[in-house]
């Protein structure tokens, strides 16, 4: 599998380039990630949990960085094992193209090539799922980044992105205060007129 892009980031090269070594910011931004951690300046290891079409399986994976020329590009090279479920395997060419003091062009080349179970899939479930994972870490890792570039009590720094799997409670939907009046106002004040209007109906 081979995939090429580019996206457009509003923050300065070098904050860009910070991010993209931040254990921190790769967790959050990358799908189903459980866990980055830093091995050494130019290694890391991750733990992920995927769902690829029906399958779904964890991956423990090791991440070499070669090739660095701060804070212009570097070569990605690292393979995860999935267990029964497979492997991958590959690399990739990141690039920062400096547009101006506040905006970087990032661009990638990815070559990745998978095996055991999960080659079964087919080549064309592979390669949807593997850009709707690269878009979905670039629209976080964007966010993340444009958030801490952002000047404090900018709309855009008080931004922060979601946790890569949080869930939404109907609870949270639910307001405090309802015209100014507490909600545990509101829910009395219902019972009331239930009780009310049972009593002159049997009155």
């Excluded at 701060?70 to 060419?93: L, Q, R, V």
Aim: glycine share 8%; net charge negative; with cysteine.
């Amino acid at each position: 599998m081979e995939m090429t892009g580019e996206r457009l980031i509003a923050a300065p090269r070098a904050r860009v380039w910070e991010a993209l070594n931040d254990p921190a910011v790769l967790q959050t931004s990358i799908p189903g990630c459980e866990s980055v951690t830093r091995t050494a300046d130019d290694a890391f290891e991750a733990k992920l949990a995927l769902k690829i079409g029906p399958m779904a399986a964890k991956f423990a994976g090791k991440v070499k960085l070669d090739n660095i020329v701060p804070p212009e590009s570097y070569t990605i090279s690292g393979e995860g094992n999935g267990g029964p479920m497979g492997f991958a395997k590959g690399g990739a060419d990141v690039a920062l193209a400096e547009l101006s003091p506040v905006s970087t062009n990032l661009t990638y080349n990815v070559k990745v090539q998978v095996g055991g179970k999960i080659a079964q899939l087919g080549a064309r479930l592979i390669d949807s799922t593997a850009k709707q994972m690269a878009d979905q870490f670039f629209d976080r890792f964007q966010a993340q980044v444009a958030a801490a570039n952002a000047p404090e009590g900018s709309p855009a720094a008080a931004i922060a992105p979601p946790p890569p799997n949080a869930a939404i409670s109907v609870f949270d939907l639910i307001p405090s205060e309802i015209f100014g009046l507490p909600l545990v106002f509101w829910i009395g004040s219902f019972f009331q007129a239930i009780i009310l209007f049972l009593l002159f109906i049997y009155r």
